[in-house]
């Protein structure tokens, strides 16, 4: 269960158990004040001669004692809830925290993962960019236009993702393009510590032939994601096709909801296709 669940969980538990404690107090109070009267009467019963008194000091005796005893069996199966709401808690808590602590521990690997991959790039960018010189100094571009077009587009696709959906699928998909021979703009590919966010973002953009967007809920709820696709519109306004949509866990309907006119792009659907037919989609399109 996520740490919210639990959370909620505490919480709803928690009032059940103040309305319990408040229900047995408040039957706890009936029970005294019930019990001072039984000894009340039977006190009375000790110092009374009259034996038709005695005979209804002793009903109204019987009788209180009675309302004590359903006071008590009310009590009872409250007292119960009560306890096993309290263990429930205790467990709940228990388990609170150790998701707490996986969600530290998770923090912290990502971290080091995050400052491992930045460091990667960092060589791997390093290692392109004497490469892409030495490549540079051998080339004869026939005119003007070709040298822009070598020097301006230096990726096949950019990728534009919300975080949440990495692990699941952006993460791999990058990887895969990336292996098939595609030069990706893809953050964890591209950016290091240090970076100005925004300009990287709009470098890579204006560098880049298509725009892959992956399309989800987590997508249409993050700022930046928006702001990449608002992009990529602009470029199509120049009269360039360049934008090339994903569905991620999301309906058609969910997508009209957010934007219809991306609604209205052939998309590709990770719930009908596998990441490697995908991929072999995209490499089609690219060299079509």
Do not use: C
């Not at 009675?66 to 709401?85: A, F, H, T, V, Y």
């Not at 975080?163 to 595609?182: I, M, N, Q, T, Y």
């Not at 992009?231 to 309907?253: C, T």
């Not at 989609?281 to 079509?288: A, G, H, L, P």
């Amino acid at each position: 269960m996520s740490i919210e669940t639990i959370s909620n969980q505490i919480a709803s538990i928690d009032r059940e158990i103040n309305n319990l404690e408040r229900e047995i107090l408040n039957l706890d109070k009936d029970i005294t004040r019930k019990s001072k009267e039984a000894t009340t009467i039977t006190e009375k019963m000790s110092r009374e001669k009259d034996l038709k008194r005695f005979a209804t000091l002793s009903k109204d005796l019987s009788r209180k004692n009675d309302e004590i005893n359903n006071l008590e069996k009310r009590k009872n199966p409250k007292s119960k809830s009560l306890s096993d709401k309290q263990k429930k808690k205790r467990d709940l808590l228990v388990s609170l925290n150790k998701e707490e602590k996986k969600e530290r521990d998770k923090s912290k690997n990502e971290q080091r993962e995050i400052l491992g991959i930045q460091q990667q790039i960092t060589r791997e960018i390093e290692s392109q960019q004497k490469l892409s010189l030495q490549s540079l100094d051998g080339l004869i571009p026939r005119n003007t236009e070709s040298i822009n077009e070598t020097i301006e587009k230096q990726y096949d696709v950019f990728i534009s993702h919300a975080s949440e959906d990495k692990d699941e699928f952006v993460r791999p998909f990058a990887l895969l393009l990336k292996e098939r021979g595609l030069n990706v703009w893809y953050d964890e590919f591209e950016l290091r510590i240090g970076d100005k966010l925004r300009r990287k973002i709009d470098e890579g953009l204006s560098k880049s032939h298509y725009g892959i967007v992956v399309l989800s809920n987590y997508f249409f709820s993050k700022e930046w994601p928006q702001k990449e696709l608002d992009g990529l519109f602009a470029i199509e306004d120049m009269g360039h096709d360049v934008i090339l949509p994903i569905w991620h866990k999301i309906s058609k309907n969910e997508v009209l909801k957010y934007s219809p006119t991306i609604a209205g792009i052939l998309a590709l659907n990770t719930s009908s296709f596998s990441i490697e037919e995908i991929v072999e989609n995209i490499i089609e399109k690219i060299k079509s």
